[in-house]
């Protein structure tokens, strides 16, 4: 019984680690040739996107869920950055399955990108 508990308890922690680094990679595959993680290239850091994010929503579920919408939809009518389109353009249709965006929106609520983190390549 205890056994099987505790089998359970490292399943559900590896389970865990693993969205965490599946977020992490789908994140530096895809997003990071755009967004540097904390400089702003030829679009906004994740930095700063993932703080006007985090302003408008607050809650990890709103955060996930509108990010993913905007991701699958990229537009002016939703977009909490209009400053960010004016200056870099609208952010192209990247083509991915909602459930991809959705760990990877995750990842960027989990991440503090000023910290040493998952994924973070000159780890120091
Ligand atoms: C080809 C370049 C490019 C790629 C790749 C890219 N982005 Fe963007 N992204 C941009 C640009 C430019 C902006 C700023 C203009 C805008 O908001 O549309 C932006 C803005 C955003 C915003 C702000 C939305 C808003 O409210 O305006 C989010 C969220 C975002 N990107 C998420 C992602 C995620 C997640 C990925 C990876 C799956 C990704 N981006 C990949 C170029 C890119």
Known sequence: MLK?????????TALELNANSLGSLLFHGNCITCHNETKDISAPS???????????FPKRKD???????????????????????????????LGYE????????AYIYDTDF????????DKK
């Open 4 to 12: 099987s508990k505790i089998l359970l308890l490292v399943i559900l």
């Open 46 to 56: 994740m930095l700063s996107v993932r703080e006007n994010y985090l302003r408008a």
């Open 63 to 93: 955060f996930i869920e509108y990010m993913s919408q905007w991701v699958i939809e990229p537009n002016a009518e939703t977009s909490i950055m209009l400053d960010a389109i004016k200056k870099y353009k609208l952010m192209p249709l």
């Open 98 to 105: 909602v459930t991809t965006i959705e760990d990877i929106a």
């Open 114 to 121: 000023l910290q040493i983190h998952e994924g973070h390549k």
